[in-house]
T-cell receptor
Framework: DAKTTQPPSMDCAEGRAANLPCNHS???????VYWYRQIHSQGPQYIIH???NNETNEMASLIITEDRKSSTLILPHATLRDTAVYYC????????????FGRGTSLIVHP | GAVVSQHPSRVICKSGTSVKIECRSL??????MFWYRQFPKQSLMLMAT?????????EQGVEKDKFLINHASLTLSTLTVTSAHPEDSSFYIC???????????FGPGTRLTVL
């Protein structure tokens, strides 16, 4: 998997948008950007993924730069329950791959 | 949605005993499952890749004789921590790769405490 770089921690106020950046400058053309989050003492939870275009679902939006070297996960209205570690991963879709996790970003949403 | 379960969710055992952790894909088949270990305030570390019907592939530094993996069916993989010691205390997480679209789904984790 291509290496990703994320800030170790961020915080935001409840109700505000949380924008979590991820750098993946060595991403290859057939690799997708995946985001997961892990709430304390739970397994990782899938959030969203994309290849080139921006994506949105009920949880978040994913903005991928045109050169695909970086992306931003947006939680439009963060709540206290969004406090978690967020992991950005690049991987191929399909085929064999070894999913590895970096240190992620610890997001703290405060009242 | 696809669900992966783990059993038990937490276990406390004495040093020297063996502990088995089950990982099940409840509503899909998974030829491949992964086992991770996570120490406090650290990221998930891949331990091994479990393939149905074949031997597991272990990551460097993971003792295959200590962490026995059996992937006997398309919905079940087990991890047995043999002769557990306090340093094996950790959060163990499995994930299952859905056959067909290769999407990965994670279990809720198992907290192992070795006294």
């Amino acid at each position: 998997d291509a290496k990703t770089t994320q800030p170790p921690s961020m915080d935001c106020a409840e109700g505000r948008a949380a924008n979590l950046p991820c750098n993946h400058s060595t991403i290859s053309g057939n690799e997708y950007v995946y985001w997961y989050r892990q709430i304390h003492s739970q397994g990782p939870q899938y959030i969203i993924h994309g290849l080139k275009n921006n994506e949105t679902n009920e949880m978040a939006s994913l903005i991928i730069t045109e050169d695909r070297k970086s992306s931003t996960l947006i939680l439009p209205h963060a709540t206290l329950r969004d406090t978690a570690v967020y992991y950005c991963i690049v991987r191929e879709s399909g085929g064999s791959y070894i999913p590895t996790f970096g240190r992620g970003t610890s997001l703290i949403v405060h009242p | 949605g696809a669900v992966v379960s783990q059993h038990p969710s937490r276990v406390i055992c004495k040093s020297g005993t063996s502990v088995k952790i089950e990982c099940r894909s409840l509503d899909f088949q998974a030829t491949t499952m992964f086992w991770y270990r996570q120490f406090p305030k650290q990221s998930l570390m891949l331990m091994a890749t479990s393939n149905e019907g074949s031997k597991a592939t272990y990551e460097q530094g993971v003792e295959k004789d200590k962490f026995l993996i059996n992937h006997a069916s398309l919905t079940l993989s087990t991890l047995t921590v043999t002769s557990a010691h306090p340093e094996d205390s950790s959060f163990y997480i499995c994930s299952a790769v859905r056959t067909g679209d290769d999407e990965q789904f994670f279990g809720p984790g198992t907290r192992l405490t070795v006294l």
